[in-house]
């Protein structure tokens, strides 16, 4: 199963956007690039998932290169509320649609 | 539409007692899955049961065992709890098949062994 590298944490201005990347560079074809996050001690929320277009949905967008190799999600106007734990997940489409998370970007949103 | 339920919320063992934490979902969902995460770390999983009547292995499975009661239903159960199993267990569902997009969370069980 392809892994996936977060950096543990980062800051990000109230009002601007997050851009939180991932690395995924033994992506397989037909894995997928999925994006949640935790908030608090709360379950994983999902955000949003893409194969290799870029994707954009009313929470955020995920920016997949070329190459497949890496992704970005982007919040366009952070919020204190989105002060969380996001996970990059790359997810094995065989029969059993196993997810692996890692340990994620701590994101916070500060005023 | 409760979506995916927990039960206990919070459970304190000694070491060496057992016992088994329930999950269900109302969803019709196929795929069922169990989770654990210890402070300050990411989730990992634990079993998975892809349908009714299978379940498998995920990266931590030692020391638990797991139940698919029926479709609604997947239980996980430790024999004999010891403290490095003190953790926060997720349960988890997910609809099945190429086209699945959400796994759904339960609001997770706050275990502490001592």
């Known amino acids: 199963d392809a892994k996936t590298t977060q950096p543990p944490s980062m800051d990000c201005a109230e009002g601007r956007a997050a851009n939180l990347p991932c690395n995924h560079s033994?992506?397989?074809?037909?894995?997928?690039v999925y994006w949640y996050r935790q908030i608090h001690s709360q379950g994983p929320q999902y955000i949003i998932h893409g194969l290799k277009n870029n994707e954009t949905n009313e929470m955020a967008s995920l920016i997949i290169t070329e190459d497949r190799k890496s992704s970005t999600l982007i919040l366009p106007h952070a919020t204190l509320r989105d002060t969380a734990v996001y996970y990059c997940?790359?997810?094995?489409?065989?029969?059993?649609?196993?997810?692996?998370f890692g340990s994620g970007t701590k994101l916070n949103v500060k005023p | 539409n409760a979506g995916v339920t927990q039960t206990p919320k919070f459970q304190v063992l000694k070491t060496g007692q057992s016992m088994t934490l329930q999950c269900a979902q109302d969803m019709n969902h196929n795929s069922m899955y169990w989770y654990r995460q210890d402070p300050g770390m990411g989730l990992r999983l634990i079993y998975y049961?892809?349908?009714?009547?299978?379940?498998d292995k995920g990266e931590v499975p030692n020391g638990y065992n797991v139940s698919r009661l029926n479709k609604r239903e997947f239980s996980l159960r430790l024999e004999s709890a010891a403290p490095s199993q003190t953790s926060v267990y997720f349960c988890?569902?997910?609809?099945?098949?190429?086209?699945?997009?959400?796994?759904?969370f339960g609001p997770g069980t706050r275990l502490t062994v001592l």
């Open positions: 033994t992506i397989s074809g037909n894995e997928y």
């Open positions: 988890a569902s997910i609809s099945g098949g190429e086209g699945s997009n959400e796994q759904f």
């Open positions: 997940i790359v997810r094995v489409i065989y029969n059993f649609n196993k997810f692996y």
């Open positions: 049961s892809a349908s009714e009547g299978t379940t």
